[in-house]
């Protein structure tokens, strides 16, 4: 085996792990697909007989990559506030089964909270809280001593347990605002959709789901109101469903399931919500249809 192949298995040992810590920090698979990627051209082109500690060195580089993505992210977010389009991921291979499965580990509701965390608070919670790495290794990622670096994440930790405090909303409530929005949709209305949307939510759509060229991820309750409105003449055949064991929307054709969209919900209104069409990933979700 030569140094090239060896250093391959060596970066697909590390993988799974990568796209976890990369998935975490930016709730989006095919970005942690992008920021993995990345971190293998990086690795190609180091001197890899030099690296100690590769597991170490990945973790950092992709935990690098994904701050700098957050920023950019965060950047586009204030100067395309009142824009109709988001940015379009690109697509990268990835395995659905394994996406699905890290979907459902990290669970909607959490990624609700952490995507209001600023960038550096994000990564060092992630890191600290998610997969036990050192302060002294994340203040280097984050541009900050050690010491505060502890704080910025102790900063992050509240923010994610008084979030987590907050009463969950309950099923009768989901449906109801489920309910809303799909009749909203239906009527072609914005300003109904708006209404049940929280200010801050992302909509993300899987590859299956997407029309080409469209947007991958939709960030804000007026641009994704103004996009689903085009689709009105086409949901007359969705209806709400339980999704494992919470209220979205399915679209079933002949007793088949073809797409859904999952909602996490948060303080009355749906804060986050993603279209899954890919079959891998359909199959490991418990659908249940309700009753309009």
């Avoid at 973790?59 to 992210?73: E, I, K, P």
């Avoid at 449906?175 to 009749?183: E, N, P, S, Y």
């Amino acid at each position: 085996m030569d140094q090239k192949d060896w250093l391959a298995d060596k970066f697909e040992e590390n993988r799974s792990h990568l796209r976890a810590v990369a998935y975490r920090m930016l709730g989006s698979a095919s970005e942690a697909d992008d920021a993995v990627q990345e971190a293998w051209l990086r690795l190609s082109q180091s001197a890899a007989s030099e690296i100690e500690n590769l597991g170490g060195w990945l973790t950092t580089v992709v935990a690098r990559v994904c701050l700098d993505m957050l920023r950019s992210r965060q950047s586009r977010r204030e100067d395309e506030l009142d824009a109709h389009a988001a940015e379009s991921s690109a697509n990268a291979a990835s395995n659905p089964e394994q996406e699905a499965l890290v979907a459902d580990s990290v669970g909607l509701a959490l990624l609700v909270v952490l995507d209001k965390l600023a960038p550096a608070e994000r990564v060092a919670f992630v890191l600290q809280d998610l997969f036990a790495v050192p302060f002294e290794e994340i203040a280097p990622i984050v541009g900050r001593t050690p010491t505060a670096t502890r704080k910025l994440a102790s900063r992050a930790r509240k923010r994610v347990q008084g979030a987590s405090a907050v009463p969950p909303t309950g099923l009768r409530e989901q449906r109801k605002i489920a309910r809303a929005f799909l009749d909203a949709l239906r009527a072609g209305d914005v300003e109904g959709l708006i209404a049940v949307l929280d200010p801050d939510v992302t909509f993300r759509v899987d590859e299956a789901a997407a029309r080409p060229g469209a947007p991958r991820e939709i960030h804000g309750a007026l641009n994704w109101a103004r996009g689903a409105v085009a689709f009105s003449h086409i949901v007359r055949a969705t209806r709400p469903a339980l999704i494992n064991g919470s209220v979205g929307l399915v679209w079933a054709s002949k007793g088949r399931v073809l797409q859904v969209v999952r909602f996490a919900f948060a303080h009355g209104k749906i804060a986050r919500a993603e279209a899954i069409a890919d079959p891998a990933h359909l199959g490991h979700l418990d659908v249940t249809i309700l009753e309009d």
